[in-house]
């Protein structure tokens, strides 16, 4: 199937969500929905099992468990993941206001992207909230529709950095043929501007994140940067070499990437 047809599909697939899916598994930008309560099922608490997934506590898992998918919906539309994410920033900008940059053009933060500057609820919310099999066929379409949303407390910091003199770096695990859709969401999104934005190559096809993005940071020092805060929504993004001088993890219960 040609591409422009198949985007199409797709593209009707989520615009019919609204009328298709009930009301639970309905999607507009970060709109609350009932707060999460706890939910157990088969012996699983999801709130216990949300809590051991930020802690990194659960690792290499590949899927929410099927019981938690609408306890996982229920938190990413609703304002405990919002209230998660503003407590996060806060502490974020709160360091990042404590210090005294340079001034010479080499104190850097590092972002990650996907659901730490750009939300993809609007995908996963028609594929289980993450209970589903990753398709990566289905998601690379997503992402050259470049309708991803900004998560707004995350924005909030970019600006804040970029008003303090921060130069701005984002380091995603997308890969390199996805660089227009990126800078385009990006910039849609309200991150005007950036120092670097590294993506995969062809040679970095076969390592984790981890060691891809380690290995990016170390270049970034190598090249005289200063990497003086880093976030991310994955373990991955934020540990590992050169992880910066303060890390911050967003929630994302939605999925693992080691």
């Not at 849609?188 to 970095?204: C, H, N, Q, V």
Request: a negative charge.
């Amino acid at each position: 199937m040609a591409k422009p047809l198949f985007l199409l599909l797709i593209v009707a697939t989520f615009l019919s969500v609204s009328t298709a899916a009930d009301k639970s598994r309905q999607i507009h930008p970060l709109r609350s929905l009932e707060a999460a309560g706890d939910h157990q099922d088969h012996g699983i608490s999801c709130d216990s099992w949300r809590v051991a997934v930020e802690t990194n506590n659960i690792r290499e898992w590949d899927a929410v468990p099927v019981s938690c998918e609408f306890y996982v919906g229920n938190y990413m539309q609703g304002g405990l993941y919002r209230k998660d994410s503003a407590f996060i920033i806060d502490q974020a900008i709160e360091y990042a206001e404590s210090l005294k940059l340079v001034g010479d053009g080499k104190d850097i933060w590092v972002f990650d992207i996907d659901e730490t500057c750009l939300s993809n609820l609007p995908y996963y919310s028609v594929h289980g909230f993450g209970s589903e099999p990753y398709n990566d066929t289905l998601f690379e379409a997503w992402v050259y529709m470049e309708m991803a949303f900004p998560l707004p407390e995350t924005l909030k910091l970019y600006n804040r950095l970029v008003s303090l003199g921060f130069k701005i770096v984002f380091l995603t695990g997308r890969t390199e043929p996805k660089r227009n859709s990126t800078v385009m969401n990006l910039l849609k999104a309200g991150y005007t501007s950036w120092e670097k934005l590294l993506l995969r190559g062809p040679s970095d096809s076969t390592t984790t994140a981890l060691v891809f993005k380690s290995g990016q940071r170390q270049k970034l020092e190598e090249q005289g940067y200063r990497i003086l805060g880093n976030i991310g929504d994955e373990w991955s993004d934020i540990l590992g070499a050169s992880a910066g001088s303060r890390t911050f993890k967003l929630p994302d219960p939605m999925y693992y990437i080691s």
